[in-house]
């Protein structure tokens, strides 16, 4: 009878580090573009997941960050700034301000704007973020155009799409 149970709290043991090992295959982003009329402004909203941030902050620069600190926030905000952007119809960047960031054990998520800006502006969204590190990144931006929403899939061998 113990040799029952003991087999058996051996076997949910296996089976909980087992899908530990195997729970973060998936390596993915996601990005939501909306306008706010109240502030009449374009507002960009990115969730990733805090272990891919660790990692690509580690093997970029070679030493952990904290994301509560402003120099190493700093860090990471010029690498956003050069992995993802929007641009007009005469192919320039847009001026896409950086707004903050918050940060918890399971996720990074970073808010910006396109000031004063309407939706519309937008031609080109270029979103690259973590595919330098992980060749199996997928991000999703998704579009919210006066309350019609498309989605937007992003590989690396796909950075750059039209906005509609």
Known sequence: MRLHGLKSVFAILLLCVSAATSAHRFHFGMTDISYNARTKSTEIVHSYTAHDIDALLLTLHGRQFDLGDPD????????????????GKDGARLPVKWVGMTVD?????IYQELEKSPLSRTVTVRQGVLMDLLPEQVNTVNINDGGVVHSLTFMRRKLEQPAR
């Open 72 to 87: 190493d926030q700093q860090v990471l905000r010029k690498y956003i700034e050069s992995q993802f952007w929007l641009a």
């Open 105 to 109: 054990a399971q996720s990074v998520t």
